[in-house]
């Protein structure tokens, strides 16, 4: 099992855009399902988008729906996270996760059983 490493993460003004990348030490990304959760300083972590493997199948929280896009790119074992028109309430730990024996994509963060450190992004006003 590899080590997922989030990078991307940063300050930007609302309205902005950020786009996060997910590597793979190992292969745990390769055929495998992937997401990217998030979490809010006092909040819980949360779903916002989920891919499955080889990419037919994405699905995201209704949050971000038109404005955040998730893709992977099978040669490099990377996934990403492409985030348009960005608001305040975005601000959050971004986390990479994957499922090791699993192709699909899954919305529940039980079904995931490797993590990336996280990276943070905060949206001003």
């Known amino acids: 099992q590899g080590q997922l490493v989030e990078s991307g993460g940063g300050l930007v003004q609302a309205g902005g855009s950020k786009t996060l990348s997910c590597a793979d030490s190992?292969?745990?990304?390769?055929?495998?399902?992937a997401a990217w959760f998030r979490q809010a300083p006092g909040k819980e972590r949360e779903f916002v988008a989920t891919?499955?493997?080889?990419?037919?199948?994405?699905y995201y929280t209704n949050s971000v729906k038109g404005r955040f896009t998730i893709s992977r790119d099978n040669t490099k074992n990377t996934v990403s996270l492409q985030m348009n028109s960005l608001k305040p309430e975005d601000t959050a730990v971004y986390y990479c996760?994957?499922?090791?024996?699993?192709?699909?994509?899954?919305?529940?963060?039980?079904?995931?059983?490797?993590w990336g450190q996280g990276t943070q992004v905060t949206v001003s006003s």
């Open positions: 190992g292969r745990t990304i390769d055929h495998h399902g």
């Open positions: 996760a994957a499922r090791s024996f699993a192709s699909g994509a899954s919305r529940s963060s039980d079904d995931y059983d490797a």
């Open positions: 891919i499955s493997w080889p990419g037919r199948s994405t």
